[in-house]
């Protein structure tokens, strides 16, 4: 049987195995769902939108296109929208457009639309003195506080016209920078007039969901700020970018290049990951941050919506295609994340993963791991059981305080996985070897011990005690008389069915009863009670064993004389003789280390034979010693005296059995003790022949086997009686044989 130790050393090593390499390793699978329980956490406490958030977002929405046209719309209605947000004071106008390609309304595009080259000379010719729809929009630029849009891309312009410096502190944050080969800018004259150019790009996980949004990138030897961190230096009136990185004053690093650590423009220091990336907090849609760009257009909307404000300018309508994925909403429109970018950098409502996160993580699970292991093999099964949820849920429920109080992003799924990977590698094992011991107690106990107690023992095998105890026993030896007689001129095969119909019913009868078979030794039978477990009123169970073994003879005898009859052949009965004694024993496995048994040792249990040998001086099938008979008092007894068996000093009390409780309160069973007791009186005070007449008549009036009892105590009697009362003569009696 496995030692449960090893079981959970095992255990430990494939649980180990099997759940912590994922903290070191971060496989894309883990930051996945990490993912979904830190998105979770923002739909239950999403971010509130305040109107008085700075931004704002003038859409191209539905209602602008029915009242203007399709888009691209003109540069001179573009134009025309920047100058009436001019009037209304906004601090910065930043474009979610790319005006990359020259206005196709334009009068010269028109012109150069045409198929018929001299229509497309006259037409030339009237157009000639119009204003270049571009040039205007290029010129309107110059007098407002906008920033373009631009795109990062795999193709397009090599070097990035930056508007705003870049300085730095501590080590040069390029390596740090997620990288693009080129940009996709807007026209060099609207680049030239405007205030700042910023970087539309997002960066979506695998799931196209932006949750990381990078403040600044680079492109080539170039550093391109993002569309709305360039939004908040213009709007500052800023002329400059500042990174602080790994080993900058007030950031040591102890000389490990770690990455960028924060970006400072104007008043607003902006805490970053490695990469200068942030982690918006979003809010649900709000209809409050965004405004028609229609009702801009025919100056319908009050100065203190813009005034003083970053508005963003971009497509709402959803058929223009804009549209991105949050943690909270599956549609967004691109430039609303914008927005939201600027509200949270603008009010601090952004969200960390600090680089000690992964590790802080890691040691939690390795934690968890320690506790939920020697907890599952040392603990009751619900103390375990009910450890596990409410570890997972004390996990999730710290990681959303943090996160709800402090921004924090701790990923509590790891650990909760550890946890619940361990509990079930380990209670997967505890159960196999469980059921590996019991199915080898099963084996060991399934053919000589009572269902009951296997059970119990299969329940639980660490209350066996293999190498050996001492135990009070009541002890069973039962022996078939005249053997050699019954068997002779059998063939080895009816002696083999003679066997088994014998031992099988005097077998059931045992284990019915809780009993333990130790062996079996030719037609002798050894058994006892209250080992492996303990047996509760084992005597009681023995002695109706002992009954139910008397009533089994009965039917045994009885099978067999139908049997001969039918065959024509003479039947002899059967008898047996059974002793049960109450007393301690060693019990354990004995043996040698090549092969050993469960079995019983010691002085009681050769009592238990010597009281079955002293069965067949009785002439009675059942004889048992007064610690029996004192343990089961209510059974009908038939006291024996005292005798000394061989090869012991001590005199025993011995007792036969007459019958079970509901016989010791019958008339008949009151009646026939009485004279019993008469009889035996008359022995104990010498008058030999007096209890020799009692004997007689006491074999004479029952029925069954009884009077061979008093045919042998008869026997005695008369032999006293003819030898005359001896000087010191005992009412003891010296059995000279087994």
Known sequence: MFKRKWVFLFATLL????????????PRRLDDLRNLVFDEFQRLSPRRYDPETP?????????????????????????????????????VIAFDFIFAEPDRASARMLVESLPDPKLRADVSKLVAKAPDSDAVFAGVLRDAPVVLGATLAA??????????????????????????????????????????????NWLPDRDMVVRRVPLLTRVGASIAPSLALEALRVAQGEQSVVIRSSNASGETAYGAQTGVNAVKVGAFQIATGPNADVRPRYTFAAPARNISAKAILEKRIPRSEVEGRIVFIGALAVGLGDVRATPL??????????????????????????????????VVAIIAFALTMPLLFLAPQLVSAAFVPLAVAGLFAGSFYLFE?????????????????????????????????????????GKFVAPAVVDR???HPERLVLGGETRELTVLFSDLRNFSGLSEGLSARELTQFMNDYLTPMTDAILEREGTVDKYMGDAILAFWNAPLDIADHPRKAVHAALGMRTAMQTFNAERSKQAQAAGRPHTEAAMGLGLHLGPASVGNMGSIRRFD????????????????????????????????????????LDLGRIVVVGRTEPTHVFALAGDPDFAGTDTYVRWRTAHQEMLTDYESGRFDGAAMRAERLGQMLPGAWPALYLAMGQRYSKLAREGLQEGWSSIWNLQSK
């Open 457 to 459: 023992i299969a329940e």
């Open 405 to 445: 109080k402090r921004g924090l992003l701790l990923d509590p799924a790891y650990p909760s996985l550890v946890i619940v990977g361990a509990y079930i590698v380990g209670a997967v094992t505890l159960w196999r070897s469980e059921i590996m011991a019991r199915r080898q107690v099963r084996r060991a106990f």
């Open 15 to 26: 649980a180990a195995a099997l759940v912590l390499p994922w903290g070191a390793l971060q």
């Open 155 to 200: 193709q397009g312009a090599k070097a990035y016209p930056a508007k705003a410096g870049i300085a730095s502190a501590g080590d040069e944050p390029a390596p740090f920078l997620y990288s693009f080969p080129a940009a996709l800018l807007p026209l060099p004259a609207l680049i030239e007039t405007a205030q700042g150019l910023g970087a539309t």
């Open 329 to 362: 909403e599956p549609v967004v429109p691109g430039v609303e994340v914008h927005a939201q970018i600027v509200e949270s950098l603008t009010t601090g409502a952004l969200l960390s993963r600090p680089d000690w996160a992964p590790g802080l993580e890691y």
């Open 598 to 637: 469960y079995s019983i040792l010691g002085d009681n249990v050769n009592l238990a034979s010597r009281l079955e040998g002293a069965s067949k001086a009785f002439g009675t099938d059942i004889i048992v010693s007064r610690a029996i008979r004192d343990a089961v008092p209510d059974m009908a007894w």
């Open 55 to 91: 931004a704002r977002v003038v859409g191209i929405d539905e209602e602008s296109l029915k009242a203007y046209g399709q888009w691209p719309w003109p540069r001179t209605r573009i134009a025309e929208l920047v100058e009436r947000l001019r009037e209304l004071g906004p601090a």
